[in-house]
């Protein structure tokens, strides 16, 4: 079984540059307080370090 982590919106993407808005669409973040389960990679973790003020990850898995 794969690590994962679950990632969370914290933040609204309105008034924010446009890559920011994108990096939450490729995490599948697109509403406040969702959450998405994704596999634990370095790319996945990498868009979440670029948008803290936007996403944290609240839990690890596997």
């Known amino acids: 079984m794969a690590k994962t982590i679950v990632v969370k919106q914290i933040g609204s993407p309105i008034r924010r540059p446009a890559i ?3 990096t939450l669409k ?3 973040l ?3 307080n969702r959450t998405r389960e994704l596999e634990d990679t370095p790319a996945v973790r990498g868009m979440v370090a670029k948008i803290p003020h ?3 990850i609240i839990e690890e898995r596997g």
């Open 54 to 56: 936007l996403a944290v």
């Open 26 to 28: 490729g995490l599948g």
């Open 30 to 32: 697109n509403k406040m």
């Open 20 to 22: 920011q808005r994108e």
